[in-house]
């Protein structure tokens, strides 16, 4: 099972670090996948998943993808772990670094939990409602709270 694991996980990896996230959901999310950001709510379903990334690059104002770059890589079973830095840059110019850790559980092939961390430069929390954001430039730590 974990050569299988590897050998998936490097593949969707490569995707990812080509920018090409929503292809890695559509790929190899599985239709009931429940994804988790932190302590947030979980969102079950791949579409629903799908709908929350366009959300979130919609909220922060996402420009362009710049980079997503793979650090430590481990797989337990059917379990992967890793960590990753996302850049994209927004509309207002900025550059934002988002750093990740990500547990994947799988099963014949596709995702089917995947509880993950972020921090960066901007502090995102993902939830429902409205969109609340504070800061004062690009020297200084913005915290921004969405909430869809």
């Known amino acids: 099972m974990s050569k299988q694991v590897s050998e998936t996980l490097q593949e969707m990896l490569g995707i990812l670090k ?16 429940v994804t988790q950001e932190g302590d947030q709510p979980p969102i079950v379903g791949k579409q629903a998943s799908i709908e929350r990334l366009n959300k979130f690059r919609e909220a922060i104002g996402v420009a362009a993808f710049v980079s997503y ?27 934002i670094n988002l750093e990740q850790v990500v547990k994947t559980e799988w099963q ?4 089917i ?4 961390l972020e921090a960066g430069i901007y502090l995102l929390r993902i939830g429902y409602g409205d969109q609340v954001a504070q800061g004062k430039g690009d020297d200084v730590p913005v915290a921004l709270e969405m909430r869809f």
Do not use: C, H, W
């Open 69 to 95: 770059a793979i650090g430590d890589v481990a797989i337990v079973g059917a379990t992967s772990f890793y960590d990753a830095l996302l850049s994209l840059k927004l509309k207002n110019g900025q550059t």
């Open 18 to 33: 080509d920018g090409r996230m929503t292809e890695g959901q559509e790929t190899y999310f599985a239709d009931g996948v």
């Open 113 to 116: 939990k995947a509880p993950f």
């Open 108 to 111: 014949d092939g596709k995702i």
